[in-house]
Protein backbone atom coordinates (compact mmCIF):
# COMPACT_ATOMS: atom_id res chain seq x y z
CA UNK A 1 0.00 0.00 0.00
CA UNK A 2 1.60 2.98 -0.80
CA UNK A 3 2.42 5.84 1.38
CA UNK A 4 1.18 9.21 1.98
CA UNK A 5 2.91 11.37 -1.05
CA UNK A 6 3.43 14.91 -1.01
CA UNK A 7 5.22 17.16 -3.91
CA UNK A 8 7.36 18.82 -4.25
CA UNK A 9 10.04 17.78 -1.75
CA UNK A 10 12.02 21.27 -2.31
CA UNK A 11 10.92 25.02 -2.85
CA UNK A 12 12.74 27.44 -2.61
CA UNK A 13 10.42 31.06 -3.27
CA UNK A 14 10.88 34.88 -2.56
CA UNK A 15 9.06 37.37 -0.01
CA UNK A 16 5.75 38.31 -1.56
CA UNK A 17 5.48 35.38 -3.47
CA UNK A 18 2.95 32.57 -3.01
CA UNK A 19 3.60 28.49 -3.06
CA UNK A 20 0.87 25.41 -3.58
CA UNK A 21 1.64 22.46 -1.91
CA UNK A 22 0.21 18.82 -2.69
CA UNK A 23 -0.66 15.94 -0.70
CA UNK A 24 -1.96 12.70 -1.76
CA UNK A 25 -3.17 10.04 0.62
CA UNK A 26 -3.22 6.50 1.66
CA UNK A 27 -5.88 4.94 -1.01
CA UNK A 28 -8.63 4.61 1.52
CA UNK A 29 -7.74 7.73 3.95
CA UNK A 30 -10.56 10.31 3.50
CA UNK A 31 -9.04 12.97 5.73
CA UNK A 32 -5.69 14.66 4.97
CA UNK A 33 -4.31 17.01 7.78
CA UNK A 34 -1.23 19.65 7.55
CA UNK A 35 1.46 20.50 9.70
CA UNK A 36 3.99 23.08 9.93
CA UNK A 37 7.18 22.10 11.86
CA UNK A 38 10.06 24.25 12.47
CA UNK A 39 13.07 23.82 15.26
CA UNK A 40 11.98 26.91 17.36
CA UNK A 41 8.25 25.57 17.37
CA UNK A 42 8.22 21.96 16.54
CA UNK A 43 5.17 20.63 15.05
CA UNK A 44 1.92 22.80 15.01
CA UNK A 45 -1.21 22.24 13.21
CA UNK A 46 -2.28 24.01 10.09
CA UNK A 47 -5.93 22.71 9.76
CA UNK A 48 -7.57 19.40 8.85
CA UNK A 49 -10.11 18.52 5.54
CA UNK A 50 -12.77 15.35 5.85
CA UNK A 51 -14.78 14.97 2.30
CA UNK A 52 -13.70 17.89 1.14
CA UNK A 53 -14.63 20.12 3.88
CA UNK A 54 -12.74 21.67 6.55
CA UNK A 55 -12.93 20.29 10.09
CA UNK A 56 -10.87 22.61 11.69
CA UNK A 57 -8.54 25.26 11.61
CA UNK A 58 -5.24 26.02 13.65
CA UNK A 59 -3.77 29.42 14.74
CA UNK A 60 -2.37 30.87 11.15
CA UNK A 61 -3.30 33.98 9.90
CA UNK A 62 -5.37 33.39 6.54
CA UNK A 63 -2.38 33.45 4.41
CA UNK A 64 -2.60 30.20 4.62
CA UNK A 65 -4.99 27.96 3.54
CA UNK A 66 -5.91 24.70 1.93
CA UNK A 67 -8.79 22.74 -0.05
CA UNK A 68 -9.25 18.68 -0.44
CA UNK A 69 -10.81 17.37 -3.48
CA UNK A 70 -13.16 14.19 -4.27
CA UNK A 71 -10.28 11.86 -4.57
CA UNK A 72 -9.25 13.33 -0.96
CA UNK A 73 -6.21 14.80 -2.59
CA UNK A 74 -5.13 18.11 -0.65
CA UNK A 75 -3.60 21.01 -1.39
CA UNK A 76 -2.24 24.08 0.70
CA UNK A 77 -1.72 27.39 -0.26
CA UNK A 78 0.42 30.14 1.47
CA UNK A 79 0.49 33.62 -0.17
CA UNK A 80 2.39 36.55 0.31
CA UNK A 81 5.60 34.85 2.12
CA UNK A 82 7.22 35.90 4.24
CA UNK A 83 10.89 34.77 6.19
CA UNK A 84 9.48 33.09 8.72
CA UNK A 85 7.02 30.48 6.94
CA UNK A 86 10.23 28.73 6.05
CA UNK A 87 9.96 25.27 7.52
CA UNK A 88 9.08 21.69 6.70
CA UNK A 89 5.62 21.71 5.89
CA UNK A 90 3.97 18.03 6.72
CA UNK A 91 0.89 16.30 5.51
CA UNK A 92 -0.78 13.27 6.99
CA UNK A 93 -3.96 11.06 6.55
CA UNK A 94 -6.34 9.14 8.03
CA UNK A 95 -9.42 7.25 7.50
CA UNK A 96 -11.48 8.81 9.71
CA UNK A 97 -11.11 12.04 11.80
CA UNK A 98 -12.69 11.21 14.82
CA UNK A 99 -12.56 8.03 17.36
CA UNK A 100 -12.97 7.60 21.12
CA UNK A 101 -10.10 7.88 22.54
CA UNK A 102 -7.31 7.07 19.33
CA UNK A 103 -6.90 9.20 16.41
CA UNK A 104 -3.99 7.66 14.24
CA UNK A 105 -2.56 9.68 11.44
CA UNK A 106 0.23 8.62 8.36
CA UNK A 107 2.58 11.21 7.84
CA UNK A 108 4.34 12.13 4.36
CA UNK A 109 8.09 12.98 3.80
CA UNK A 110 7.39 16.72 3.84
CA UNK A 111 8.01 19.49 1.41
CA UNK A 112 11.14 21.24 2.87
CA UNK A 113 9.91 25.30 2.16
CA UNK A 114 12.59 27.97 1.89
CA UNK A 115 11.94 31.63 2.22
CA UNK A 116 14.13 34.17 0.55
CA UNK B 1 -4.03 25.40 26.00
CA UNK B 2 -3.03 21.76 26.26
CA UNK B 3 1.10 21.42 26.32
CA UNK B 4 3.19 18.61 26.51
CA UNK B 5 7.10 18.97 27.57
CA UNK B 6 9.60 16.53 26.21
CA UNK B 7 13.20 15.44 27.92
CA UNK B 8 15.65 15.87 27.48
CA UNK B 9 15.67 18.21 24.13
CA UNK B 10 18.90 16.11 23.36
CA UNK B 11 20.45 12.99 24.39
CA UNK B 12 24.09 11.53 22.62
CA UNK B 13 25.18 7.84 23.75
CA UNK B 14 27.39 5.36 23.30
CA UNK B 15 25.34 2.23 21.36
CA UNK B 16 24.48 -0.66 23.81
CA UNK B 17 23.81 2.01 26.74
CA UNK B 18 19.99 2.10 27.96
CA UNK B 19 17.79 5.45 27.68
CA UNK B 20 14.67 7.30 28.53
CA UNK B 21 13.04 10.03 27.54
CA UNK B 22 10.12 11.58 28.44
CA UNK B 23 7.01 13.28 27.89
CA UNK B 24 4.68 15.10 30.33
CA UNK B 25 1.77 17.32 30.50
CA UNK B 26 -0.10 19.00 33.25
CA UNK B 27 -3.12 17.76 31.17
CA UNK B 28 -4.75 15.14 30.68
CA UNK B 29 -5.27 12.96 27.25
CA UNK B 30 -7.22 10.27 26.10
CA UNK B 31 -4.12 8.32 24.49
CA UNK B 32 -0.88 9.25 23.81
CA UNK B 33 1.18 8.51 20.68
CA UNK B 34 5.29 8.55 20.02
CA UNK B 35 6.34 9.04 16.60
CA UNK B 36 10.17 8.69 15.10
CA UNK B 37 10.86 11.06 12.74
CA UNK B 38 14.69 10.62 10.65
CA UNK B 39 15.97 13.71 8.82
CA UNK B 40 14.40 14.58 5.38
CA UNK B 41 11.21 12.31 6.52
CA UNK B 42 8.01 13.00 8.33
CA UNK B 43 7.20 11.64 11.95
CA UNK B 44 6.63 7.84 11.60
CA UNK B 45 3.87 6.29 13.99
CA UNK B 46 5.79 3.99 16.96
CA UNK B 47 2.84 3.29 19.08
CA UNK B 48 -0.50 4.66 20.88
CA UNK B 49 -1.18 4.46 24.54
CA UNK B 50 -4.79 4.31 25.52
CA UNK B 51 -5.06 3.14 29.04
CA UNK B 52 -3.61 4.75 32.13
CA UNK B 53 -0.55 2.55 33.47
CA UNK B 54 -0.45 0.67 29.82
CA UNK B 55 2.84 -0.27 29.13
CA UNK B 56 3.69 -1.46 25.49
CA UNK B 57 6.91 -3.44 24.04
CA UNK B 58 8.18 -3.19 20.38
CA UNK B 59 11.29 -5.08 20.41
CA UNK B 60 13.87 -2.63 22.08
CA UNK B 61 11.28 -0.27 22.89
CA UNK B 62 9.37 -0.03 26.26
CA UNK B 63 6.53 3.11 26.13
CA UNK B 64 4.28 3.71 29.22
CA UNK B 65 1.28 5.63 29.98
CA UNK B 66 1.21 7.60 33.13
CA UNK B 67 -1.59 6.43 35.55
CA UNK B 68 -3.40 9.48 35.61
CA UNK B 69 -2.83 9.91 31.81
CA UNK B 70 -1.02 13.25 31.89
CA UNK B 71 2.52 11.41 31.02
CA UNK B 72 4.22 8.73 29.23
CA UNK B 73 8.02 7.42 29.06
CA UNK B 74 9.75 5.83 26.16
CA UNK B 75 13.03 3.29 27.43
CA UNK B 76 15.31 1.98 24.95
CA UNK B 77 17.62 -0.91 26.11
CA UNK B 78 20.57 -1.82 24.38
CA UNK B 79 20.67 1.10 22.15
CA UNK B 80 22.05 1.02 18.08
CA UNK B 81 22.46 3.96 15.83
CA UNK B 82 19.53 2.71 13.87
CA UNK B 83 17.47 4.34 16.82
CA UNK B 84 18.91 7.55 15.89
CA UNK B 85 16.18 10.01 15.52
CA UNK B 86 13.98 12.52 16.39
CA UNK B 87 11.36 11.13 18.89
CA UNK B 88 7.72 13.09 19.13
CA UNK B 89 5.07 12.34 21.20
CA UNK B 90 1.76 13.44 20.73
CA UNK B 91 -1.71 14.03 23.17
CA UNK B 92 -5.09 13.78 22.00
CA UNK B 93 -8.06 15.17 23.74
CA UNK B 94 -11.17 13.07 23.89
CA UNK B 95 -12.27 15.32 20.88
CA UNK B 96 -10.44 13.30 18.46
CA UNK B 97 -9.09 14.66 14.78
CA UNK B 98 -5.97 16.48 14.57
CA UNK B 99 -6.69 19.44 15.77
CA UNK B 100 -6.99 17.87 19.08
CA UNK B 101 -3.50 16.75 18.80
CA UNK B 102 -1.06 17.92 20.76
CA UNK B 103 2.74 17.46 19.56
CA UNK B 104 5.94 17.70 21.85
CA UNK B 105 8.72 19.73 20.54
CA UNK B 106 10.70 16.42 20.24
CA UNK B 107 13.85 14.74 21.64
CA UNK B 108 16.83 14.26 19.41
CA UNK B 109 18.35 11.16 20.11
CA UNK B 110 21.85 10.17 18.44
CA UNK B 111 23.53 6.55 19.54
CA UNK B 112 27.13 6.92 18.41
CA UNK B 113 28.53 3.42 17.16
Known amino acids: KAGVTQTPRYLIKTRGQQVTLSCSPI?????VSWYQQTPGQGLQFLFE???????NKGNFPGRFSGRQFSNSRSEMNVSTLELGDSALYLC???????????????FGPGTRLTVL | TQLLEQSPQFLSIQEGENLTVYCNSS?????LQWYRQEPGEGPVLLVT?????EVKKLKRLTFQFGDARKDSSLHITAAQPGDTGLYLC?????????????FGKGTHLIIQP
Open chain 1, 27 to 31: SGHRS
Open chain 1, 92 to 106: ASSWHPTSPSVYEQF
Open chain 2, 49 to 53: VVTGG
Open chain 2, 90 to 102: AGADSGGGADGLT
Open chain 1, 49 to 55: YFSETQR
Open chain 2, 27 to 31: SVFSS
